[in-house]
């Protein structure tokens, strides 16, 4: 791969370069010359480690109409190359119907199909390649070994062949920190199921369930990995309708939160921007509002405003595609059966929206009361998958995506960073340092401007109503990529 071999060049120089600083001039030309370069039969050059200017004719060449004079300089160089059967790794940068490509330092590598073994096939629609058992796949930004089989050099570019045909060749690495964080935080345990409501697939949820996905920017699908409660192994999913769905309960906060500033209502008029408090307070701040959109009075003043203009079906539809790749139009946006258990065990939020009513927040009507509480029950049941959480926290991300407004993601990421874990948002903004939201489901969706979008769900939650392991996942893949935090 690398080695140091000494040559010779004859190098021109102006006559403004002669005089006592003569080797120095030579020396810096060289090194600015040749540096970096591909030289055909030796590899790239990657320093110039000595100029021999001792070795140098005492006399050079003078071009008699120019005055330039050739001098025959040696140098020492630490080249690079790969060498026809030498082993190496390197990161997968492109991938294609072709095969795929990456580099080693300034050398292209490509692996052709026709250098890989059979059981590999070209998915288009994840652009990998996915063995048959599903169990390992080839894609941009994992780490592959190959052996090198060929190399050549056209002007300044030095490419190779290579085959993962072999013995230990082929994925080595999954190529992102999810994995690996994933897999520390599988045996994590701790916490309850929720249990202050009797809702079928919320109380009754597996508490050994954990799976997790991750949608950066510029990556057409998430990456999810799922922990098999029969097995206790970790599996790559590829396809992510065979996701298990869990009721976004407040996750779904910040959505109804987005789409009322989207449709240009003035929420603040109403709610205010108080952190670190609890889902069920019912306190209003110093000017009468409710005191941030992502408790219950936040989404309940927000629900029975938007319930004036749409229906249940359709704010639950339009907070579930905020999540989708593609507008969803067929699939039911949220549980009937968790809706109605969850409208007939209210009486909290038929509290708290009387408590609203009273004080001027919402209007002082039964229907109003009644509607704030309808929708929430509706949108409590919500049906998600992490791959969908993970694309909510990608679009809010990339300055909105195409589903709402750069103004509207910036507010909403805001709410989340001082609101989104309830009594444990200061601590969490402190010691993560991502916008995050949680629901007692047990389900947590992150987001990182610029970056992408985190999905986890596990129903195990602490006494705040966070899911213990959902945390510890998001806490160990940040510990693996400490520059994503936002202070870091």
Not at 67 to 80: A, E, I, K
């Amino acid at each position: 791969m690398f080695y140091v071999k000494k040559l010779s060049i004859e190098l021109p120089l102006e006559p403004k370069f002669f005089g006592a600083n003569l080797s120095t001039a030579l020396s810096k030309i060289i090194i600015s010359k040749l540096e970096g370069t591909v030289q055909e039969d030796y590899g790239t050059l990657v320093k110039v480690i000595e100029v021999f200017v001792d070795d140098m004719s005492a006399s050079g060449v003078i071009e008699h109409d120019t005055g330039r004079v050739h001098f025959n300089v040696s140098y020492q160089g630490l080249f690079m190359r790969c060498f026809k059967n030498e082993i190496v790794d390197f990161e997968v940068s492109n991938v294609n119907e072709l095969g795929f490509f990456g580099m080693i330092g300034p050398m292209r590598m490509l692996v052709t199909t026709y250098q890989m073994t059979e059981e590999y096939t070209w998915n288009k629609d994840r652009e990998s390649y996915i063995t048959e058992d599903g169990e390992i796949e080839i894609r941009q930004g994992v780490g592959v070994r190959c052996r090198v089989i060929g190399s050549r050099v056209e002007g300044d570019n030095f490419s190779c062949m290579g085959t993962i045909v072999g013995d230990f060749l082929g994925l080595i690495d999954e190529g992102d920190s999810q994995g690996a964080a994933f897999s520390k935080t599988k045996a994590v345990t701790g916490g309850h199921l929720y249990s202050e409501q009797n809702v079928p697939g919320l109380s009754d949820q597996q508490p050994q369930l954990f799976t997790a996905s991750l949608h950066l920017i510029g990556e057409k699908n998430p990456t999810t990995f799922l922990l098999c409660p029969k097995t206790n192994k970790v599996i790559h999913v590829l396809d992510p309708s065979t996701l298990p769905q869990f009721f976004s309960q407040s996750c779904m906060k910040p959505l109804v939160y987005a789409m009322a500033l989207q449709k240009g209502h003035d929420v603040h008029k109403v709610i205010g921007t108080t952190g670190d408090i609890g889902y069920a307070n019912h306190n209003l701040d110093g000017k009468g509002r409710a005191l941030n959109p992502l408790i219950n009075t936040g989404s309940l003043t927000m629900l029975e405003l938007l319930g004036r203009e749409y229906t249940k079906e359709e704010i639950a539809r339009y907070c579930q595609n905020l999540g989708n790749i593609a507008d969803n139009t067929t699939s039911p946006a949220f549980s009937e059966e968790g809706y109605v258990a969850t409208k007939k065990d209210s009486m909290r939020n038929q509290y708290i929206a009387k408590y609203l009513a009273c004080n001027g927040v919402i209007p002082k009507t039964a229907q109003a009361v009644e509607s704030a509480v309808d929708n929430y029950a509706a949108l409590d049941c919500l049906l998600f998958n992490t791959s969908q959480l993970s694309t909510i926290g990608f679009n809010l991300a990339n300055k909105g995506g195409d589903r709402m407004t750069q103004e509207t993601a910036n507010s909403v990421l805001s709410m989340m960073m001082h609101c989104g874990m309830y009594e444990s948002s200061g601590e969490w903004s402190k010691d993560v340092g991502v916008c995050a939201k949680s629901g007692v489901s047990g389900s947590i969706f992150a987001s990182i401007p610029g970056v992408g979008g985190i999905g986890v769900f596990s129903p195990e939650i602490d006494e705040f109503g966070n899911s213990v392991r959902g945390m510890a996942f998001v806490k160990e893949f940040l510990a693996e990529c400490p520059e994503l935090k936002m202070f870091w």
